[in-house]
């Protein structure tokens, strides 16, 4: 049964023992990465207003969320994460984000997070310096989220939508586990908070994702938080974000209601190549595919031309079974003579013989 995890105090995780590995092994304890960003964000003039911690049981994987008193936009306040292990099962990560002042979820860019750092050599130093650059750019990622936001809002996501874009990042990418996908489902049948702009919008159900990923595990948050904002920015929204790394092509989700925004309508698209398809066929294929029929002069001239090959060839076959027939005929009528004059000679002896009798 997988370790539970839960939230946890800043002196549970400073009590967790550092791990005894090899001689190559760097550690970057928990309390190092504390007190690193807590005195970084100091100095670049932010302040914490809410943090918390969540870890496994024995506090070997954690990961951190701070919660800034910067608040440009009054549905997202400026947010800090990350994440560490002692077990070797999770590298250091360090994220500027935004947290939804409605559901206090998380979120980041689509290429943040794309930082790890291997426990090895100097690792405690360059994560120092991956804190203290994420935050030096800490306005732009902000701004860029807020740009993101404020996309979703203005486009409309009708319920159907929403639920095969649910699909897609269950089924199709695997970054959503299936309670995590259940508790989606449920946001969407009956929200638990309220969202401007209504309940169907791409900003509602992106916040019914963030609101459902925030509770998993920490070897795996930032990443789906990573890769599910990746993949719903590409797919819908016109924006200015670049990926780290190469993921699967995506499958666009078709839009149910108009939007301002270029989108992909996969069922138009389907219908658009299907008439194509019907324009480009003549009225001698469309009966041939719809009855096996082709009237196609050339093809008729060529079955045509087979037939009469066919029919040549049937009549040699029967000119050489009647010059069989004739042949066969000929020497039975010739046998039929021969026994003819053997009987005639037999008669003519009984003749003599009788004679000289």
Same mark, same amino acid.
């Given at each position: 049964?997988?370790?539970?995890?839960?939230?946890?105090?800043?002196?549970?995780?400073?009590?967790?023992? /550092?791990?005894?590995?090899?001689? @190559?092994?760097?550690?970057?304890?928990?309390?190092? !990465?504390?007190?690193?960003?807590?005195?970084?964000?100091?100095?670049?003039?932010?302040?914490?207003?809410?943090?918390?911690?969540? *870890?496994?049981?024995?506090?070997?994987?954690?990961?951190?969320?701070?919660?800034?008193?910067?608040?440009?936009?009054?549905?997202?306040?400026m947010g800090f994460a990350w994440t560490n292990s002692y077990n070797?099962?999770?590298?250091?990560?360090? !994220?500027?984000?935004? $947290?939804?002042?409605?559901?206090?979820?998380?979120?980041?860019?689509?290429?943040?997070?794309?930082? !790890?750092?291997?426990? &090895?050599?100097?690792?405690? @130093?360059? =994560?120092?310096?991956? $804190?203290?650059?994420?935050?030096?750019?800490?306005?732009?990622?902000?701004?860029?989220?807020?740009?993101?936001?404020?996309?979703?809002?203005?486009?409309?996501?009708?319920?159907? =939508?929403?639920?095969? /874009?649910?699909?897609? /990042?269950?089924?199709?990418?695997?970054?959503?586990?299936?309670?995590?996908?259940?508790?989606?489902?449920?946001?969407?049948?009956?929200?638990?908070?309220?969202? *401007?702009?209504?309940?169907?919008?791409?900003?509602?159900?992106?916040?019914?994702?963030?609101?459902?990923?925030?509770?998993?595990?920490?070897?795996?948050?930032?990443?789906?938080?990573?890769?599910?904002?990746?993949?719903? @920015?590409?797919?819908?929204?016109?924006? @200015?974000?670049?990926?780290?790394?190469?993921?699967?092509?995506?499958?666009?989700?078709?839009?149910?209601?108009?939007?301002?925004? !270029?989108?992909?309508?996969?069922?138009?698209?389907?219908?658009?190549?299907?008439?194509?398809?019907?324009?480009?066929?003549?009225? +001698?294929?469309?009966?041939?595919?719809?009855?096996?029929?082709?009237?196609?002069?050339?093809?008729? /001239?060529? $079955?045509?031309?087979?037939?009469?090959? +066919?029919?040549?060839?049937?009549?040699?076959?029967? +000119?050489?079974?009647?010059?069989?027939?004739?042949? &066969?005929?000929?020497?039975?009528?010739?046998?039929?003579?021969?026994?003819?004059?053997?009987?005639?000679?037999?008669?003519?002896?009984?003749?003599?013989?009788?004679?000289?009798?």
């Amino acid at each position: 049964m997988p370790a539970k995890i839960g939230n946890v105090s800043a002196d549970f995780l400073t009590s967790v023992a /550092l791990p005894q590995h090899a001689a @190559t092994y760097t550690v970057i304890s928990h309390k190092f !990465v504390m007190d690193t960003v807590k005195e970084e964000l100091n100095n670049h003039g932010f302040f914490i207003s809410e943090e918390s911690y969540r *870890a496994t049981p024995d506090g070997q994987i954690a990961s951190g969320l701070y919660k800034l008193s910067k608040t440009d936009d009054p549905e997202l306040s400026m947010g800090f994460a990350w994440t560490n292990s002692y077990n070797k099962q999770v590298k250091f990560k360090a !994220v500027v984000g935004a $947290i939804s002042t409605v559901n206090e979820a998380f979120m980041i860019l689509g290429n943040q997070g794309a930082w !790890v750092r291997k426990h &090895t050599g100097t690792a405690d @130093t360059e =994560a120092k310096d991956q $804190i203290i650059a994420q935050i030096q750019n800490a306005q732009a990622y902000y701004d860029q989220l807020i740009a993101d936001k404020n996309f979703m809002k203005a486009l409309p996501l009708a319920k159907a =939508a929403q639920a095969k /874009l649910l699909g897609t /990042l269950y089924a199709d990418y695997c970054i959503l586990e299936s309670t995590t996908a259940s508790v989606i489902k449920q946001q969407m049948l009956k929200p638990g908070f309220f969202y *401007a702009g209504g309940t169907e919008t791409l900003w509602a159900f992106y916040n019914h994702v963030i609101y459902a990923i925030q509770d998993n595990h920490p070897k795996t948050w930032l990443e789906e938080q990573r890769m599910m904002h990746y993949i719903i @920015t590409n797919d819908y929204l016109q924006t @200015t974000t670049v990926i780290t790394q190469p993921i699967a092509t995506h499958v666009a989700i078709p839009v149910i209601t108009e939007s301002p925004y !270029v989108q992909l309508d996969l069922e138009d698209a389907i219908k658009e190549a299907e008439s194509e398809m019907v324009e480009m066929l003549t009225e +001698e294929e469309v009966v041939e595919q719809l009855y096996g029929v082709n009237n196609n002069p050339e093809v008729i /001239l060529s $079955i045509e031309s087979e037939e009469e090959e +066919e029919v040549e060839v049937m009549e040699e076959e029967l +000119e050489t079974i009647d010059f069989h027939n004739t042949v &066969t005929q000929e020497v039975e009528e010739t046998e039929e003579e021969e026994l003819l004059i053997v009987e005639d000679s037999n008669d003519e002896d009984e003749d003599d013989h009788s004679y000289f009798l």
